[in-house]
């Protein structure tokens, strides 16, 4: 019964650090920020959400540097593009993050990838628009792309998404 106690307690307090983590409460300035790191504890918070929908392929360079961004706001890129993955997934799939250097530009180019149902060339055009969702009514406000574009052009970057119907979708950033 003790021992029980304590690994729940242990549970509880992982997931509080990486909330704490993946929320970046006391930081309010641009700092470095380890991108892996990050995706890592994005994915610990969507494990339940992910773990019976997909499996996770992690590509990452070896010894990635570290990038000057608002870590939090990061977060919530990484969280939005990761939890339409699952979503887009229907039965079982797969989630492919590669991070690679880009080295023309220098700069890191991130890449999540899914096998799930993908998107028509219409719903391409119109997925970075505020309150467009393909989700159902009461199941999404449309707003997570749009923010997560934003979010990266004001850390001067680029996201652009590929995507084909029943193959699936990759969000390049």
């Known amino acids: ?21 993946f929320s970046r409460m006391e930081e309010a300035s641009i700092t470095d920020v380890d991108v892996p ?7 610990n918070i969507l494990h339940n959400k992910i773990k019976n929908k997909a499996e996770v392929h992690k590509e990452y360079m070896e010894n990635p540097p570290k990038i000057e961004a608002f ?18 997934i229907k039965e079982r799939g797969d989630i492919w993050i590669r991070i690679n250097e880009d080295k023309s530009k220098k700069n890191l180019l ?8 993908g998107m028509d ?18 199941q999404g406000t ?6 997560t574009y934003k979010i990266i052009k004001n850390h001067q970057g ?7 119907p029943n193959l699936g ?3 390049i950033i």
């Open 1 to 21: 019964l003790i021992k029980s106690c304590k690994e729940g307690a242990d549970r509880a307090k992982n997931i509080i650090q990486d909330l704490k983590s």
């Open 37 to 43: 790191h990050e995706i890592d504890t994005t994915l």
């Open 71 to 88: 870590g939090g706001q990061l977060n919530q890129v990484f969280m939005n593009i990761l939890d339409n993955a699952v979503g887009a």
């Open 110 to 117: 991130i890449e999540i990838e899914d096998n799930g149902v």
């Open 121 to 138: 060339e219409e719903t391409l055009r119109k997925v970075f628009n505020p309150f467009f969702t393909t989700k159902p009514v009461g």
């Open 142 to 147: 449309g707003l997570g792309l749009s923010i």
């Open 158 to 164: 680029d996201i652009r998404v590929e995507s084909q």
């Open 169 to 171: 979708t990759k969000f």
